[in-house]
C-alpha cells in the first residue's frame, strides 16, 4: 500500500498528487472552493502549509500556474509550486529565461509573454503578418489564464491580441 507524500507513516487513500492519507485528502477537498474560478487548471491549485496548517488554495491569478503546466516548468521550493510541482509565480516562470530582443520579429510561438508590472504572463501561440496601410506587421495572439483584472471581464484561459488588448506592452522570454 502506498504511503501518504506529506505523513509517510499514514497510509494513503488516495494515489491525488502522488498519495495523500484521508486527513490530506479532506484538506485538498476543503480548500479547492477557495480557489479563484478562472484559474486552470483548479485541482492542483493547493499547496501543503504544514502539518498544524495543512491544506490551503494557493493564492494568486493562475496565469503563471497555467504557462508552468504548459511548458512543464518545475521549478521552486515546496511552497512556491502546486500539489503537482508546478511554478506558479510570474517571476519563478522566466526565472532563466533569456529575454527576446524588443524586434517583434524574433518572437516565437511559445515563448512567454510578461507585463511590464511581472504580474501577468502569457504564451504566444500564433503570429501572423498583416498588412497596416503600407507597412507589414507582426499580429501576435497571447493565450493567458486571465482574471478580471487581466481578461477584460472574460475568465479563464483566453486568447487575446497583443497590440491591442495589451497595448503592445511587455516583455518576451524564451528557454
Known amino acids: ?15 491525488l498528487f502522488g498519495g495523500l492519507c484521508e486527513e490530506c485528502a479532506k484538506q485538498v477537498q476543503a480548500a479547492q472552493p ?21 491544506w490551503r488554495a494557493i493564492v494568486g491569478t493562475g496565469c503563471a500556474h497555467w504557462v508552468a503546466h504548459q511548458l512543464r516548468i518545475r521549478r ?16 519563478d516562470v522566466i526565472a ?24 501577468h504572463c502569457g504564451l504566444v501561440v500564433s503570429i501572423k503578418e498583416v498588412k497596416v496601410g503600407e507597412e507589414v506587421k507582426q499580429a501576435i495572439a497571447i493565450m493567458h489564464c486571465a482574471s478580471a483584472q487581466f481578461g477584460g471581464g ?22
Open 34 to 54: 477557495d480557489i479563484r474560478p478562472h484559474v486552470t487548471p483548479k485541482e492542483c491549485f493547493v499547496t501543503y502549509d504544514g502539518s498544524k496548517k495543512g
Open 96 to 119: 532563466g529565461a533569456r529575454k527576446i530582443d524588443r524586434e517583434w520579429e524574433e518572437v516565437r510561438h511559445n515563448d512567454i509573454w510578461v507585463d511590464p508590472r511581472r504580474e
Open 1 to 15: 500500500m502506498s504511503r501518504c507524500r506529506e505523513h509517510p507513516g499514514r497510509n494513503a487513500v488516495t494515489s
Open 154 to 175: 472574460e475568465r479563464g484561459v483566453v486568447t487575446d491580441d497583443f497590440e491591442r488588448h495589451f497595448k503592445g506592452r511587455g516583455d518576451f522570454y524564451r528557454f
Open 76 to 91: 521552486g521550493r515546496p511552497d512556491e509550486v502546486c500539489a503537482e510541482g508546478y511554478t506558479y509565480r510570474v517571476v
